[in-house]
């Protein structure tokens, strides 16, 4: 299993940029598909964005595409995800996740899992 560590979240005008990062731990990197997802108050988890293990294959919910990237660091065990011309409505917590099954993966079903940042943005 491996223990993810967000970080990065905070407050943002509306219109502005974050990067989170996920920085991984406990085993080795590789092998696993690594994602985001996000949760506001309210409302139930949703899948953002994950990458292969590879790197060369990245998956967007049409709800965030073309203003969020993922991207990832193997020399750094970290994932990221740029977040650009941020709404309101992209307030949540953000979680990273980890799987060796993309489908798992994406249907949130991942066995491992960060504490979440907080991302609040105002308008």
């Known amino acids: 299993q491996v223990q993810l560590v967000e970080s990065g979240g905070g407050l943002v005008q509306a219109g502005g940029s974050l990067r989170l990062s996920c920085a991984a731990s406990g085993r080795t990197f590789s092998g696993y598909t690594m994602g985001w997802f996000r949760q506001a108050p309210g409302k139930e988890r949703e899948f953002l964005a994950a990458?292969?293990?590879?790197?060369?294959?990245?998956y967007s919910a049409d709800s965030v595409k073309g203003r969020f990237t993922i991207s990832r660091d193997y020399a750094k065990n970290t994932v990221y995800l740029q977040m650009s011309s941020l709404k309101p409505e992209d307030t949540a917590v953000y979680y990273c996740?980890?799987?060796?099954?993309?489908?798992?993966?994406?249907?949130?079903?991942?066995?491992?899992w960060g504490q979440g940042t907080q991302v609040t943005v105002s308008s």
């Open positions: 996740a980890a799987d060796t099954s993309i489908s798992r993966l994406r249907s949130g079903a991942s066995s491992s």
């Open positions: 990458i292969s293990w590879i790197g060369t294959s990245t």
